[in-house]
């Protein structure tokens, strides 16, 4: 049983007894920086820096456009999806890295919508992220085949699943509130009525352990650079069950999705499986740079990475009790099994708090209307990091020091 009371103590002992304890190395994190936004951009890996001047300096610097064959670019795509497929469960040669997840979920979409004609209705979560609402909704109008964006309340999600749902468009864990889905529950019952799932693992992949292939996805999309630590922007992924790799048509055909690219044909022809969901020219630095995350991630085991995510949220919960009584309320499940791995706190002066906690150099963010936001990525984070901030946290809550006038002003980036 945990003790009723932590103590700064108790929490060294565990990041002693840590088995992920040495990947903290394998980022480059200022010192002193307590870093609880790994879910919006992780940090740097260590070798991400050199092996991008690597890339830059010799591949493209020297090798110019020898390096597309010489250095094998060509094929990045499809040999760094092959490692995000590891890391996700997805069936092998199903996923391939390109383009953002904005762009990957419309392309997806659409390939997903022609699956399943005469089904009128694209079903998600109320409260999924924006760009996941905004992507179905701009394609629904683009397509103006009578097609709606049906948003539903989390447990309500079953009962609206019906004959008139072509996709249900699902966001694994909500950016929100850090609640998890039942992945191979829903999944089950989506195929039971009829419809395809897509399934956005911005806020899942490389947090947990996740099974694909043994859910029985349709199709999957997800960023670099969250947990994944590609980099800002880093290319995003996507998967197409090999079940519908040669029947579906993406929303966007390029010539990297053409069955023969460098034949330069006049009329597009498909590839065969997932390549033809990709669209145009990679871009290669950011691939670099996303390869050095994913190697890392790949050193781990994501079943430990989990355990030890779940210790982190429910200890942080227990220390903003402990330490801040009163002061927050709560919106991550406290049920395990129905939580991802971010603690998400209300309070109605969110904004300015967080801005007091960058001050003091503990990294959060803010969601609307007035949620603080913590990351748990146990590859470089410490227990006693989660200590240090909510003790950094209390001090700014009984002295009120987010209540300075430097803390209300609001950056174009929260
Ligand atoms: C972060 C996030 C995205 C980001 O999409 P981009 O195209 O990379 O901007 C998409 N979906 C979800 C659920 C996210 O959390």
Known sequence: MPPTSWTRADLAALDTADELASFRNEFRLPADLIYLDGNSLGPLPAQAAARVAQVVEQQWGEGLIRSWNTAGWIDWPVTLGAKIARLIGAAPGSTRVADSTSVNLFKLLAG??????????ILTEAGNFPTDLYIAQGLAALLDRGHRVVQAAPDQITARLDNSVAVLLLTHVNYRTGRLHDMQALTQQAHAAGALVIWDLAHSAGAMPLDLAGCDADFAIGCGYKFLNGGPGAPAFLMVAPRHADSFTPGLTGWFGHAAPFAFEAEFRPAKGADRALVGTPGIIGMAALECGLDV??????????????????????????????HFGLLTPKDETLRGSQVSLTHDAAYPIMQALIARVVIGDVRQPNILRFGLTPLYLRFTDLWDAAVILADIMHNATWQRPEFQTRQKVI
């Open 297 to 326: 991630a790949l050193a781990a085991d994501l079943h430990e990475v989990r355990a030890k995510s779940l210790r982190m949220s429910s200890i942080l919960m227990d220390l903003v009790d402990q330490l801040c009584p009163g």
């Open 112 to 121: 997903a919508l022609a699956l399943r004609p005469g089904r009128p209705v």
